[in-house]
């Protein structure tokens, strides 16, 4: 059984199980590696699917404006 058979070809998650013979070593490390299918994929068109924002570049950060240490009071004799 290739990986694709038990792949969504929407979101790439693990199908469900037909049976307790399909939990193999192999299945385990892809859930943990892939998760599950939500399900409803096949519904969903894969353009429908969350595009990744691109970034804007905007003014680079600045640097945080750094005080000097205050002078220590100074007691005079008297």
Do not use: D, F, H
Not at 40 to 68: D, F, I
């Amino acid at each position: 059984m290739g990986n694709e058979s038990i792949l969504c070809q929407v979101c790439t998650g693990v199908l469900p199980a037909t049976g307790k013979e399909a939990y193999t070593p192999a299945r385990g490390r892809l859930i943990l590696s892939n998760g599950y299918c939500e399900g409803g994929c096949a519904e969903r068109e894969p353009q429908a699917l969350p595009q990744p924002q691109v970034l804007r570049q905007g003014p680079p950060p600045q640097e945080p404006v750094r005080q000097a240490p205050m002078p220590r009071a100074v007691r005079l004799p008297g």
